[in-house]
């Protein structure tokens, strides 16, 4: 089992916002596990990190991509979400072209521009399934904070790329479900 969570608080005397985060070092292939993996990446720096689940080196590539759109001073209460949806779209994107040069030799670019006249209607058919069921292969539980707001940020993004608002706290991971259903219970 995995698991990554982050929580928002404030700290007892100083009535200050914190994020107390914390990850295991699981990491585990189809035949064997350890804890081996570090689970950490800056996204934004100094203000924005992500905890990671699923394939580490996944994981790894999704974060540089965000690093290379996310910019601290771009981040407020009004652009975050979309910043984050354009760092995962952009990811897609990324994915895409993989997945297209790795099966048919050529860009996305060209497969969308040239794949018509170029391909078989099968190959294209086929090839245009695999690219609707790309799945990023990790999850990124990311916080921070955005300017002009004294209360910490919380987002997760899954598999399919989907950004996710949290209040207070998320857990993703194998063992995300069960955390979350005792940090409800706590909240109460």
């Known amino acids: 089992m995995t698991l990554c969570i982050a929580a928002a608080c404030r700290e007892e005397d100083s009535k200050?916002?914190?994020i107390v985060a914390c990850t295991d070092a699981r990491a585990e292939t189809g035949f064997a596990g350890g804890d081996v993996a570090f689970k950490y990446?800056?996204?934004?720096?100094?203000?924005?990190?992500?905890?990671m689940s699923g394939e580490v080196s996944k994981a790894e590539q999704m974060a540089a991509?965000?690093?290379?759109?996310?910019?601290p001073s771009d981040l407020d209460m009004d652009s975050i979400f979309d910043k984050l949806n354009e760092a995962s779209n952009a990811h897609k994107m990324l994915l895409c072209d993989q997945t297209v040069r790795r099966r048919l030799g050529i860009s996305f670019k060209r497969f969308l521009e040239k794949g018509e006249h170029e391909l078989t209607v099968e190959v294209r058919n086929r090839m245009l399934y695999e690219l609707e069921e790309i799945d990023f292969g990790c999850t990124l539980l990311t916080y921070g904070f955005v300017k002009g707001i004294d209360f910490p940020y919380i987002f997760t993004i899954d598999g399919s790329g989907e950004v996710t608002h949290r209040q207070n706290f998320a857990a993703i991971g194998s063992g995300g479900m069960v955390a979350e259903s005792v940090l409800y219970q706590r909240m109460n």
């Open 65 to 71: 991509t965000f690093r290379t759109l996310l910019r």
């Open 41 to 51: 990446e800056w996204l934004a720096r100094p203000s924005w990190q992500a905890l």
């Open 16 to 18: 200050e916002p914190r």
